[in-house]
């Protein structure tokens, strides 16, 4: 039938295309000779009807609108088939490798730079090795066993091994994450999720725990905390994940990781730097950064990467990705300019490193939020990112005195707390449909969420710092430390001349 269409809709522009020349000939020249009739296409007999088992045209064509849509194939209403074009869609996939490739970005070497320019110069190059041997680590822990726990099946707090060594993972299968993106597609985007996480407590611990110890208590710290939590929010059967479990026992949101990514890695962060201790000299002598061009330029490639952490979650290059991607730049942008006029009213000079504070914190903040809420809300949580984490950082650390080193804690778990329970508060169902069942009670639900992942956070990290403290050491050397890890650690120094 199909073809059949085609023959005639041919026939037809072929004959009012030599209509439309002979016309504009007439008018033109002389009168010529009639040109020769075009050739008659001849309609073939209809098309033998679809058999009975296979999609009607209208079916086929409501699978076609349901890929611009981005919505499901094959069903409409209580009728199902089988699509024909059932499997990754090729734009909605293309989205998804470009947003797990900027993820990746954001941790390399986005991340990396951004704390490596914050360290002395005699540690940088041990920031950049933690974040590279993450990134290893954690691929490994995910292949092996670690998407199997967070995505597959189980229980309300963490998944099964039922996919262990990502069994049954194909690249030409979808639905595991997404109606139209590659199943394999899906692990990786999330992989580059689970790789910037553990990193992001880098930033606490800068310039005096062991490189061994990082990734001994990074890989313990996957399984107690990260892999759980990953299930717990985002997985059908999670204890938190409103849209998607019924059964749900805390009915909250999250769009793209601000309890799994930035509470539970700043929490985390809080612990382990506390109970690892300050820095020599710290509060004694100066400790400023070696570069603010690197951090800079690290800043600039975080914003750029999290338009794949963000819009990247809407899973599709549809409507919700178009509005994570203008939430996510207006909240961190307004978050940057704020961060920076505060501080030039409290300290007398807005600094570079309080802008690019006040991206991150922007960014932070809008991440449970982005596909939740409107651009004037995203408005809104900007200006209180770039309040309360600069009173976080500039003001309570300094109170109780513990050793951030580069403040994960102020700007991750502060500002992670504030958009996980601001999402409860602006989330609006003209933005995304899935809010309009969980609207009624979701601020406390959203709260509820909070409370779990600090306390559970706080209690695992405790338990992993001291076992890694009682086994192989949490912290070098003084020796090590007053010479800068670079060198004793890697073997190698990040400046020679």
Same mark, same amino acid.
Not at 431 to 442: Q, T, W, Y
């Given at each position: ?7 005639? &809709? ?14 504009? !000939? ?6 010529? @000779?009639?040109?020769? @009739? ?32 981005? #919505?499901?194939?094959?069903? %409409? ?13 090729? #734009? ?11 993820? +990746? ?22 920031? /950049? ?39 049954? &993972? ?19 985007? *999330? ?11 880098? #930033? ?41 479990? $019924? ?35 710290? #509060? ?45 730049? /207006? ?18 000079? @807005?600094?570079? +490193? ?6 991150? $914190? ?44 580069? %403040?994960?804690?102020?700007? !991750? ?14 989330? %609006? ?8 069942? +969980? ?6 639900? *959203?709260?509820?969420?909070?409370? +779990? ?24 050397? %003084?020796? &090590? ?8 650690? !890697? ?7």
């Amino acid at each position: 039938m199909i073809q059949t269409i085609r023959q005639r &809709v041919l026939a037809a522009a072929l004959g009012a295309a030599f209509f439309v020349t002979g016309a504009i !000939h007439a008018q033109e020249t002389a009168p010529a @000779p009639v040109p020769a @009739p075009a050739p008659v296409v001849e309609a073939e007999a209809p098309a033998a009807e679809a058999p009975a088992d296979g999609p009607t045209v209208e079916q086929r064509l409501y699978d076609l609108e349901a890929y611009i849509k981005n #919505g499901a194939p094959g069903k %409409d209403g209580d009728v199902e088939w089988t699509s024909n074009i059932a499997g990754p869609g090729p #734009g909605h996939s293309a989205w998804q490798m470009t947003s797990s490739a900027l993820v +990746l970005f954001m941790t390399l070497p986005g991340l990396a730079l951004f704390y490596g320019g914050l360290v002395r110069k005699k540690n940088v190059l041990s920031v /950049l090795a933690q974040c590279l041997g993450l990134a290893g680590l954690v691929t490994i822990l995910w292949w092996a066993v670690g998407y199997s726990l967070s995505f597959s099946g189980g229980g309300p707090f963490l998944g099964d091994t039922a996919m262990a060594f990502l069994k049954g &993972v194909e690249p030409g299968a979808s639905g595991a994450g997404y109606y139209w993106i590659s199943d394999s597609m899906w692990v990786v985007f *999330q992989l580059t999720f689970a790789i910037i996480t553990p990193a992001l407590i880098v #930033g606490a611990i800068a310039e005096r725990m062991k490189f061994i110890s990082v990734l001994v208590f990074s890989a313990i710290w996957m399984f107690a905390v990260y892999f759980p939590f990953a299930h717990m929010v985002w997985g059908g059967t999670g204890f938190m994940c409103g849209p998607l479990n $019924a059964d749900a026992g805390i009915k909250a949101i999250d769009f793209a990781g601000g309890t799994v990514v930035h509470m539970t890695s700043g929490w985390s962060a809080l612990v382990l730097c506390i109970i690892l201790g300050k820095r020599k000299g710290y #509060g004694k002598e100066p400790l400023t950064p070696h570069s603010m061009v690197l951090c800079m330029v690290g800043t600039g490639m975080l914003w750029v990467g999290w338009y794949g952490f963000n819009a990247g979650s809407a899973l599709g290059a549809d409507a919700l990705a178009a509005n994570a991607f203008m939430t996510t730049t /207006l909240c961190a942008a307004v978050a940057s300019f704020v961060w920076g006029i505060t501080e030039w009213i409290f300290r007398g000079k @807005p600094s570079v +490193l309080g802008f690019c504070s006040g991206v991150v $914190a922007g960014l932070v903040v809008i991440t449970p939020a982005a596909g939740f809420v409107t651009a004037n809300s995203a408005v809104i949580m900007g200006v209180i990112a770039g309040i309360v984490p600069f009173i976080a950082v500039m003001g309570i650390k300094k109170m109780l005195g513990y050793d951030d080193s580069l %403040d994960t804690f102020g700007i !991750h778990g502060v500002g992670g707390t504030i958009g996980a329970i601001l999402t409860g508060v602006f989330a %609006d169902p003209a933005v995304n449909s899935v809010v309009e069942p +969980l609207k009624d009670g979701l601020l406390m639900e *959203q709260i509820k969420s909070v409370l +779990l992942t600090i306390v559970w956070s706080v209690v695992a990290t405790t338990v992993i710092a001291l076992i890694v403290k009682f086994t192989v050491g949490l912290r070098c050397s %003084d020796d &090590v430390e007053e010479a800068g890890l670079d060198l004793p650690e !890697h073997g190698e120094a990040g400046y020679e001349h």
